[in-house]
């Protein structure tokens, strides 16, 4: 069965400092991976994905993410945090139709 | 391109009601899909769907039905509520190939209270 872990319920960092947010993966096969956003009382938004390629992927908002298989290791990354990223963190995989999202971080970004 | 729309936003419900809660997407996405977010447990897969007339059960599947009689519409219904349903519902909607989705679109969530 497919699982995802975000190990850390919160993270802080202090604004323009690196940070990372970390998500273990099980699943059988190529998974697809994903890390997705949400701010209060909205919906979740996609920030970015791998399903092949390569292991280093950007997406919106200056975020990245590091693809290590044989960690089996997905960790949301940021060079230099903005107040502006505080929000929860959530993520997924997708395997035979089915996502599944880890529970979530949320981020605390200090001024 | 108005994206996936959720009605109501609010509700509040009495033990036994029953009700539906209305997903929408102009995206033509093939997948569609609901889930609840409770504190502490992140969002969890009640009920998808990969097409029209196709509809399969997620994680947390008890006490809710689906139907998608087309592409746009994707309705979750409550046949009889209960206090455990009490939740924030998202729906949401993607591309799908080889038995996997591609990114997700939520819709803004709809805050359900039973008393």
């Known amino acids: 069965a497919q699982s995802v872990a975000q190990p850390e319920d919160q993270v802080n960092v202090a604004e323009g400092n690196p940070l990372t947010v970390k998500c273990t993966y099980s699943v059988s096969g190529n998974p697809y991976l994903f890390w997705y956003v949400q701010y209060p009382n909205r919906g979740l938004q996609f920030l970015l994905k791998y399903i092949t390629g390569d292991n280093l992927v950007k997406g919106s908002y200056g975020f990245e993410a590091e693809f290590n298989k044989s960690q089996t290791s997905f960790h949301l990354k940021k060079p230099s945090a903005l107040v502006s990223d505080s929000a929860l963190y959530f993520c997924a995989v997708s395997g035979t139709y089915k996502y599944i999202f880890g529970t979530g971080t949320r981020l605390k970004v200090l001024a | 391109n108005a994206g996936v729309t959720q009605t109501p936003k609010f509700q509040v419900l009495k033990t036994g009601q029953s009700m539906t809660l209305q997903c929408a997407q102009d995206?033509?996405?093939?997948?569609m899909s609901w889930y609840r977010q409770d504190p502490g447990m992140g969002l969890r897969l009640i009920h998808y769907s990969v097409g029209a007339g196709i509809t399969d059960q997620g994680e947390v599947p008890n006490g809710y039905n689906v139907s998608r009689s087309t592409t746009e519409d994707f309705p979750l219904r409550l046949l009889s509520a209960a206090p455990s349903q009490t939740s924030v519902y998202f729906c949401?909607?993607?591309?799908?190939?080889?038995?996997?989705?591609?990114?997700?679109?939520f819709g803004p969530g709809t805050r359900l209270t039973v008393t």
């Open positions: 995206m033509n996405h093939e997948y």
């Open positions: 949401a909607s993607s591309l799908v190939t080889s038995g996997s989705s591609y990114e997700q679109y």
